[in-house]
């Protein structure tokens, strides 16, 4: 492959991740995308957006790596379905901890409080015997 394609390769995969936060995820999904355009060795169709393709090499980052802050965990647990019925704290501690991510609750629940306020997740005082926990679930 001559150097002005090499450079056309890299200019794309730059612009797909322009839009992503400086970090590990935006490192990798470049390498993700350049190692992808470098293979098929040509750039990609034209009509793809570049935040589409940011998307996709960070949802491949996603898949390749498992979520390193509690909001990732718990992000993971939304996408396998956790949410479908109502949580409550302690239910969710134990789930990351069937994961292998040990948080104690006053960890977890500033963090679920932050999702239901983004609107990713939600929650409902349910009552149950004499108590009113609350219950995160998928909106």
Known sequence: MDAKKLIAL???????VAEMPDGDLKLK????????LIASGSPSPKHQPSAEKAE?????VQEDFPARSVAGRLMVLKEEGFFKIPKAL???REELQAHGWRYPNAT?????????GKQVLRRQRIKEGNARPWKYFNP
């Not at 999904?29 to 992808?36: G, P, Q, T, Y």
Request: aromatic share 4%; glycine share 4%.
């Open 56 to 60: 996709q090499a960070k949802q491949q």
């Open 108 to 116: 977890i629940a500033p963090v679920l409080i932050k999702l239901c």
């Open 29 to 36: 999904a470049f390498e993700v995308i350049l190692s992808h």
């Open 90 to 92: 302690g239910e969710i």
């Open 10 to 16: 890299r200019k794309e995969a730059e612009k797909a």
